[in-house]
T-cell receptor, first 113, second 114 residues
Framework: GENVEQHPSTLSVQEGDSAVIKCTYS??????FPWYKQELGKGPQLIID?????GEKKDQRIAVTLNKTAKHFSLHITETQPEDSAVYFC????????????FGSGTQLTVLP | GAGVSQSPSNKVTEKGKDVELRCDPI?????LYWYRQSLGQGLEFLIY????????KSGLPSDRFSAERTGGSVSTLTIQRTQQEDSAVYLC???FGQGNEKLFFGSGTQLSVL
């Protein structure tokens, strides 16, 4: 089955700096890669996703890049703000799997004011 | 409702007792998932319902865990004879189903087994 590894497990940055979180996946058939943000006491919320037919996608301060050959994808947050502090999860989806999403172990991002 | 609703938000129980956790998915969503999130850990898949198909129970950790989905809507996750290692946040998510992987999560139920 699919295995998703996520690094780092914790990340602290100064407000205004950029943050990068990286994930690798094992199943070359996976073709959908979402990122979820989980704030304290809440469920994860989808913030951006990418499909395997594109290499990069941007949405304001957030971008995701995908390298299918290397089987890794990354989340980039620019001009970080304190409200970006949360746990971020990457995931991978194989359309042939009824479970659909396999999640990484999460990254606790702290943006220091 | 506007989102996925889970109840209760917190549940404290004694070891050996049974508990029931409830999930109300978004109206119109045919797929429903249960995940478990232990402290500081990722999301562990438990069970998946899609429409009227037989559920994928392959993530349930033991036969003490079971789940039902009545009428294609509300789901109940039942844990029998709870153990301390069952303490975790139980998250429910729903989606429009096959071919649409975008999950909408509830806020979860924090289960504490004393």
């Amino acid at each position: 089955g699919e295995n998703v590894e996520q690094h780092p497990s914790t990340l602290s940055v100064q407000e205004g700096d950029s943050a990068v979180i990286k994930c690798t996946y094992s199943d070359s058939a996976s073709n959908y890669f979402p990122w979820y943000k989980q704030e304290l006491g809440k469920g994860p919320q989808l913030i951006i996703d990418i499909r395997s037919n594109v290499g990069e996608k941007k949405d304001q301060r957030i971008a995701v890049t995908l390298n299918k050959t290397a089987k890794h994808f990354s989340l980039h947050i620019t001009e970080t703000q304190p409200e970006d502090s949360a746990v971020y999860f990457c995931a991978a989806s194989n359309p042939g799997s009824a479970r659909q999403l396999t999640f990484g172990s999460g990254t606790q991002l702290t943006v220091l004011p | 409702g506007a989102g996925v609703s889970q109840s209760p938000s917190n549940k404290v129980t004694e070891k050996g007792k049974d508990v029931e956790l409830r999930c109300d998915p978004i109206s119109g969503h045919t797929a429903l998932y249960w995940y478990r999130q232990s402290l500081g850990q990722g999301l562990e898949f438990l069970i998946y319902f899609q429409g009227n198909s037989a559920p994928d129970k392959s993530g349930l950790p033991s036969d003490r865990f079971s789940a039902e989905r009545t009428g294609g809507s509300v789901s109940t996750l039942t844990i029998q004879r709870t153990q301390q290692e069952d303490s975790a946040v139980y998250l429910c998510a729903s989606s429009f189903g096959q071919g649409n992987e975008k999950l909408f999560f509830g806020s979860g139920t924090q289960l504490s087994v004393l």
